[in-house]
């Protein structure tokens, strides 16, 4: 016996604001829409883990313990990071130093997660 | 173009703590050890998502905005909150209200997750 993955939850002042911008940065599909949350989905025949995005009161006020890994797919980090800026994310400094190989940024409430350079896939 | 989730990354205080509590917790396995940080896989034949464990200097301060959802395996909820009562997890209170099907628990450095009913699987 033991636990088994289900889903990642992500609370969200702005609910259908995090769940837009998830769906675009990572290329997911709206699952759900259940007591105000939104549950986001990889299309079909994607893996990836599913996102329910809950609504709370309150803003977020430290950096998260837990965040998002995630690698480009079909272009290049820069090419990337580029794009989520231009959705709305934003480059997020958690002390990363400047040699460091991958990109920290933030959604718009501002939840860290990385851009990994995907050298090594 | 788009992101493809990677792994999730988890900040430590205590790395081989918290990587034994998840193992266990998951029933996932060691898959590399690297600068500090521990990296949990499921093992071969199941899913679920990549789990690295990084040190980080600061406590935990704040509730996380993100959180992991889990379903019990091959057990009920009440007895898989007492296993991971005995890992050294320890019951959760986020202002969920006694009403809810999921139990609130956090990890050993304070780190919500829950426990769902496993009732609509």
Redesign the interface.
């Known amino acids: 016996?033991?636990?088994?993955?289900?889903?990642?939850?992500?609370?969200a002042v702005n609910v259908p604001l995090l769940a837009g911008f998830w769906t675009?940065?990572?290329?997911y599909r709206v699952a759900e829409e259940l007591d105000g949350g939104i549950s986001l989905a990889p299309r079909n025949g994607f893996?990836?883990?599913p996102l329910?995005i809950f609504p709370v009161p309150e803003p977020?006020?430290?950096?998260?313990?837990?965040?998002?890994?995630?690698?480009?797919?079909?272009?290049t980090q820069e090419?990337?990071v580029e794009?989520?800026l231009a959705l709305g994310a934003v480059l997020a400094d958690v002390g990363q130093g400047p040699d460091v190989s991958w990109v920290v940024m933030a959604d718009p409430?501002g939840?860290e997660f990385?851009?990994?350079s995907g050298r090594t896939e």
């Open positions: 016996m033991s636990s088994r993955f289900s889903s990642l939850a992500l609370d675009r940065a990572l290329d893996l990836g883990p329910d977020k006020t430290a950096k998260n313990r837990l965040h998002l890994d995630l690698v480009p797919d079909g272009c090419e990337e794009r989520l409430e939840n990385c851009i990994l």
